[in-house]
Each structure stands twice: as structure tokens, then as C-alpha cells.
């Protein structure tokens, strides 16, 4: 079955960085555009980070370029998000979701997709 695995989330001081991982099963995440879509309590859903599905190309929200980077490993069938330079906004529940439609996750709309993960908390603060 198709499933999505986040993990890495934690706890982490203004300015430290993490590396957030979602593993893929069901699917090969070099065949659908992979993103990273985050939840502040209270708050819509709003898109980080998406990588293409075909050529790897990559987009990132206003917010995240120049601090976050998504990479995949095709081998490993598994897609990262590191984060350096964190802040307080940055906090909350990191989402990995799946879709064949690149508009449809990464258009900084509302972010839609056919399958997403459980989510891992990230939490920024001093």
C-alpha cells in the first residue's frame, strides 16, 4: 500500500537547523512531485518545498528559500527536507505529501494532494 513516513522532527533552538526524511513505500518518489507542507496550530496548511517528479527541479516558498533545501534519493525512495537557520516561525507539524499534478501541491495555493504522511512536529524556541 501507498504510505508516507516522515520523521526527524524535534525540538531545536532560533538558528539551529534540522533534517526532516520521508520515505516513500507503494510508490517510487522519482514518479510523483513530492512536497513538504507544514501546519501551524491555528493556521492554515501552507506549502515549503517541492521537488519535480521529473527532472528533480525544485521550488520553495518566500520563507524557506535561502534556508531550506529538499533533495531525493532515488535509491533510497526517500526525500529530504534540511532546514538551517530556523526561527520561531517555522514551528509546527511538517507534512510529506505525494501528487502527480505539480499545480495541484506547489502552486502556493492551498496545497492538495493524493497521499501525505502523519506528520512530524517541529518545534523552534529558546
Known amino acids: 500500500q501507498v504510505q508516507l513516513v516522515e520523521s526527524g522532527g524535534g525540538l531545536v533552538q532560533p538558528g539551529g537547523s534540522l533534517r526532516l526524511s520521508c520515505s516513500a513505500s507503494g510508490f517510487t518518489v522519482d514518479a510523483y512531485v513530492i512536497g513538504w507542507v507544514r501546519q501551524a496550530p491555528g493556521k492554515e496548511r501552507e506549502g515549503v518545498s517541492c521537488?519535480?517528479?521529473?527532472?528533480?527541479?525544485?521550488s520553495y516558498a518566500d520563507s524557506a528559500k535561502g534556508r531550506f533545501t529538499i533533495s531525493r534519493d532515488n535509491a533510497k525512495n526517500t526525500v529530504y527536507l534540511q532546514m538551517n537557520s530556523l526561527k520561531p516561525e517555522d514551528t509546527g507539524v511538517y507534512y510529506c505529501?505525494?501528487?502527480?499534478?505539480?499545480?495541484?501541491?506547489?502552486?502556493?495555493?492551498?496545497?492538495?494532494?493524493?497521499?501525505w504522511g502523519q506528520g512530524t512536529q517541529v518545534t523552534v524556541s529558546s
Open positions: 521537488i519535480s517528479s521529473i527532472d528533480g527541479s525544485t
Open positions: 505529501a505525494g501528487d502527480p499534478d505539480p499545480f495541484r501541491l506547489c502552486s502556493d495555493g492551498r496545497p492538495e494532494a493524493d497521499y
